[in-house]
């Protein structure tokens, strides 16, 4: 009889990571036999630990910070989300035993909004990205994917806005930070996808004025669970979205890879993690 399938979330820290908990939720509530747990790989050892990953005893893993983009490139077969944005954040074995990736990450952020803002897409105009790292890559990917026909990427450093937006082609265009004030009255959306805001880091400072009242607010900070870019958004009217949802809808893919079901995000955990957010805020 084969062990139960074990899977981890991976890199370095990987201490406070959330995942287990998510995991661990739907192992119990479908009553599946595995185990999902932490595994820090340090930097130093990284490259080999994924290259050699048929060796860990796991079946897959998630990939965090700050390993996204080397799991990839170690990677025999990727889906065309990592393929486009150069990172994996889900791995698992196949059948023949070769290493294959996928991102889940625009999963996630699609699933969320789905989910919490349903007719969000319905008019895919102009949208506005804050931020030019890995998590702006995957959210410009998927508003690309659901047809968005304009996306501004604004950054402190406007070179590498300037460069994400040459990677996605001529639907996206790269701006420095203080030209944000220009383009934010034609908004459809607004997305921080930046760590300001986030407790313990410095603050989003952004003029929310301009902004048309029409316009969804996202953050993909989910700690605190609302941020305050959320709470002026909502003050003036706009529906918001946190992003804890995108942590719990990326999941769900992976899940279904090594566990063999497709667990639902539902009430119950999203409670369970605000419960456990709220104990450490």
Same mark, same amino acid.
């Given at each position: 009889?084969?062990?139960?399938?074990?899977?981890?979330?991976?890199?370095?820290?990987?201490?406070?990571?959330?995942?287990?908990?998510?995991?661990?939720?739907?192992?119990?509530?479908?009553?599946?036999?595995?185990?999902?747990?932490?595994?820090?790989?340090?930097?130093?050892?990284?490259?080999?630990?994924?290259?050699?990953?048929?060796?860990?005893?796991?079946?897959?893993?998630?990939?965090?910070?700050?390993?996204?983009?080397?799991?990839?490139?170690?990677?025999?077969?990727?889906?065309?989300?990592?393929?486009?944005?150069?990172?994996?954040?889900?791995?698992?074995?196949?059948?023949?035993?070769?290493?294959?990736?996928? $991102?889940?990450?625009?999963? =996630?952020?699609?699933?969320? @909004?789905? !989910?919490?803002? #349903?007719?969000?897409?319905?008019?895919? +105009?102009?949208?506005?990205?804050?931020?030019?790292?890995?998590?702006?890559?995957?959210?410009?990917w998927s508003l690309l994917s659901r047809k968005f026909e304009t996306v501004h990427i604004f950054n402190r450093t406007a070179e590498k806005a300037m460069e994400m937006a040459e990677k996605f082609g001529s639907s996206?265009?790269?701006?420095s930070w203080d030209e944000l004030g220009d383009y934010i009255g034609k908004a459809d959306l607004l997305i921080n996808t930046t760590s300001l805001g986030m407790k313990g880091k410095a603050p989003l400072e952004i003029?929310?004025?301009?902004?048309?009242?029409?316009?969804?607010?996202?953050?993909?900070?989910?700690?605190?669970?609302?941020?305050?870019?959320?709470?002026?958004?909502?003050?003036?009217? $706009?529906?918001?979205?946190? =992003?804890?949802?995108?942590? @719990?809808? !990326?999941?769900? #893919?992976?899940?279904?890879?090594?566990? +063999?079901?497709?667990?639902?995000?539902?009430?119950?955990?999203?409670?369970?993690?605000?419960?456990?957010?709220?104990?450490?805020?």
């Amino acid at each position: 009889m084969s062990n139960p399938p074990k899977a981890a979330i991976t890199g370095w820290p990987v201490t406070y990571s959330r995942s287990p908990m998510v995991h661990g939720h739907w192992l119990k509530k479908y009553g599946l036999e595995g185990d999902y747990g932490r595994r820090d790989v340090d930097p130093d050892t990284a490259e080999d630990f994924y290259r050699n990953f048929k060796d860990s005893g796991l079946v897959g893993c998630n990939v965090t910070v700050p390993h996204k983009e080397l799991a990839a490139s170690v990677c025999a077969e990727l889906d065309p989300a990592a393929e486009a944005m150069g990172a994996a954040n889900t791995l698992w074995i196949d059948d023949s035993g070769k290493l294959c990736g996928a $991102n889940t990450d625009g999963i =996630g952020f699609l699933g969320n @909004l789905d !989910q919490l803002a #349903p007719g969000w897409d319905d008019n895919p +105009g102009t949208a506005i990205v804050l931020g030019a790292g890995g998590a702006a890559r995957a959210v410009i990917w998927s508003l690309l994917s659901r047809k968005f026909e304009t996306v501004h990427i604004f950054n402190r450093t406007a070179e590498k806005a300037m460069e994400m937006a040459e990677k996605f082609g001529s639907s996206t265009i790269g701006h420095s930070w203080d030209e944000l004030g220009d383009y934010i009255g034609k908004a459809d959306l607004l997305i921080n996808t930046t760590s300001l805001g986030m407790k313990g880091k410095a603050p989003l400072e952004i003029d929310l004025g301009p902004l048309p009242e029409s316009a969804l607010v996202s953050d993909i900070v989910y700690v605190p669970m609302k941020t305050d870019l959320l709470k002026k958004a909502e003050a003036r009217g $706009n529906r918001t979205v946190d =992003g804890l949802g995108m942590l @719990l809808h !990326q999941a769900v #893919p992976a899940f279904e890879r090594w566990f +063999g079901m497709r667990p639902e995000v539902d009430e119950e955990l999203r409670a369970m993690m605000i419960a456990d957010l709220e104990k450490d805020g």
